[in-house]
């Protein structure tokens, strides 16, 4: 089976810095796309970044939301499975559960798995 461990999340003061990891566990062959969402209280979860796998003639696609276009940079070590979040210039509006997830999930047996989730991780931003 597959787990997702998120680690990294805390408190953090406006315009400063917070890097969020997941660690994927199991017999990973691959993960097509990992990804951060971010569900804040009374509101709906979000998804605020993604990355997909490297291929033959891509390094992978990120995509952000509009809201941390420039400030969050999310990458992946493939050959940890982990994903990481880089969180730059926080705003109190950031403040709010992150999870990971991983989509596409191709286990060396062959079993392949779509749409885990992480337990989630506080982040607080605030003075």
């Known amino acids: 089976q597959v787990q997702l461990v998120e680690s990294g999340g805390g408190w953090v003061q406006p315009g400063g810095s917070l890097r969020l990891s997941c660690a994927a566990s199991g017999d990973i062959f691959g993960i097509h796309i990992m990804g951060w969402y971010r569900q804040a209280p009374g509101k709906e979860r979000e998804s605020v970044a993604s990355?997909?796998?490297?291929?033959?003639?891509?390094?992978?696609?990120?995509n952000y939301a509009d809201s941390v276009q420039g400030r969050f940079t999310i990458s992946r070590d493939n050959a940890k499975n982990t994903v990481y979040l880089q969180m730059d210039s926080p705003k109190p509006d950031d403040t709010a559960v992150y999870y990971c997830?991983?989509?596409?999930?191709?286990?060396?047996?062959?079993?392949?798995?779509?749409?885990?989730w992480g337990q989630g991780t506080q982040v607080t931003v605030s003075v």
């Open positions: 990355l997909t796998s490297k291929s033959r003639t891509s390094n992978g696609t990120a």
């Open positions: 997830n991983a989509d596409g999930i191709l286990l060396r047996s062959g079993n392949y798995y779509r749409n885990y």
